[in-house]
């Protein structure tokens, strides 16, 4: 295969073939980082008994989908790169065929991962709220059910990582719309000793001071310390980088399609 046009897309497939290659490593990373620090946050929504509304799988199995795709990637790469160094029919007509297929997957991962109603996941977070038990004000948890020790553990998890607190812990004081979750569903306020805690600890975990952590748990929308719901945290991340997710979509969809064109010629001007 000869020719200035021939070689331009030699280098081409070659060239996005690596860029390829990179995203696939940010979306392996981004994959397991969604399943290894999000574990806590799907132990909350099976707790909750949401179950009975959706299906929980939903929330780790875009994760499992951009993991194999990611890997996918590697095996795609290199019967595009190879064969558009080596110019083999039988490489390129195999990238052709695997990357229109890792082009319908991300299609399908991208579709169930939007799904996911953030509505629903509020739900369920607050309703796990009730079966919560502070350790720090019942060390021991004698009467504890299971799922109280499960729902306790996973939303210390989930509060320490993500530094929120609650389902939502929004509005101001001064304003009179300030709502807090863990009052809301029961399990807060508690009075300890002569003070009032209307958070758990793990709210106030980031803190490096008892002191700041005990006056956070007193009053976590103080200016001082501020502490967000963790829904709304999710959703306001989520909202500020979704332009980011968006073009970061259209940018991989259209270097894949390009890339199957670029297959596709080559294929047909090999010898």
Request: charged share 15%.
């Amino acid at each position: 295969m000869e020719g200035c046009l021939a070689n331009l897309l030699k280098y081409l497939l070659f060239g996005s073939n690596f860029i390829i290659f990179v995203i696939g490593c940010v979306v392996l990373g981004l994959g397991i980082y969604a399943l290894v620090d999000g574990a806590s946050l799907v132990n909350l929504v099976n707790e909750s008994g949401a179950g009975d509304d959706i299906n929980i799988t939903a929330f780790t199995s875009a994760a499992y989908i951009f993991i194999v795709v990611a890997v996918f990637v590697v095996i795609l790469t290199f019967f595009g790169c190879c064969g558009a160094i080596k110019e083999s029919k039988c490489m390129l007509g195999t990238y052709f065929t695997l990357i229109l297929v890792m082009f319908i997957v991300m299609i399908v991962g991208a579709v169930l991962g939007y799904s996911t109603s953030m509505t629903t996941l509020e739900t369920a977070l607050y309703k796990t709220q009730d079966k919560y038990k502070d350790n720090s004000i019942s060390p021991d948890c004698g009467n504890c059910t299971d799922q109280q020790k499960a729902v306790t553990k996973a939303w210390d998890e989930v509060q320490s990582s993500l530094k929120c607190c609650g389902a939502f812990l929004n509005g101001t004081v001064a304003a009179g719309n300030y709502r807090n979750s863990w009052k809301e569903s029961g399990a807060y306020p508690v009075q300890v000793l002569a003070k009032t805690y209307v958070v758990p600890a793990s709210c106030c975990d980031h803190f490096e001071k008892d002191s700041d952590k005990e006056s956070c748990r007193l009053d976590p929308r103080s200016t001082t310390y501020n502490v967000t719901g963790c829904f709304d945290k999710l959703d306001q991340t989520f909202q500020d980088n979704k332009s980011t997710f968006l073009i970061t979509g259209v940018v991989i969809m259209v270097i894949m399609f390009l890339n199957m064109l670029f297959a596709f010629a080559m294929c047909t001007m090999a010898n």
